[in-house]
């Protein structure tokens, strides 16, 4: 290894060893069951079909639905096809009873 190598090296390494975690808020990390089901989303004329794991909160299906709309996570209200009351997003499916898949509706906050 060249001298520049070993500097380029030593200074990554001590760079990356400074890093602090203490501002980051830590999260509650679900464990995962791998019961995935099939989760729909209406939206519009549309329809997304997510599988997710039944211990995944509905903050991953927003997450999800993000990355497929490119609605942002905080703009997006989740409601139970039909009943239009938003769920909690810390939920996951198995504690809301959605242990064989569900139908929702997206709408968008005004």
Excluded: C, W
Excluded at 5 to 33: I, M
Excluded at 48 to 76: H, W, Y
């Amino acid at each position: 290894m060249s001298q520049f190598d070993e500097e380029s090296y030593a200074s990554t390494n001590a760079s990356s060893a400074s890093l602090s975690l203490d501002g980051f808020q830590k999260t509650h990390e679900r464990k995962l069951s791998g019961i995935v089901r099939a989760v729909f989303v209406n939206y519009g004329m549309r329809s997304l079909m997510f599988r997710q794991d039944v211990d995944e909160s509905f903050l991953e299906v927003k997450r999800a639905v993000e990355g497929k709309t490119g609605i942002p996570v905080n703009e997006q209200v989740l409601a139970l096809s039909g009943s239009y009351k938003e769920l909690d997003a810390a939920q996951s499916l198995r504690s809301s009873g959605f242990m064989g898949g569900a139908f929702f509706e997206l709408m968008t906050k005004a």
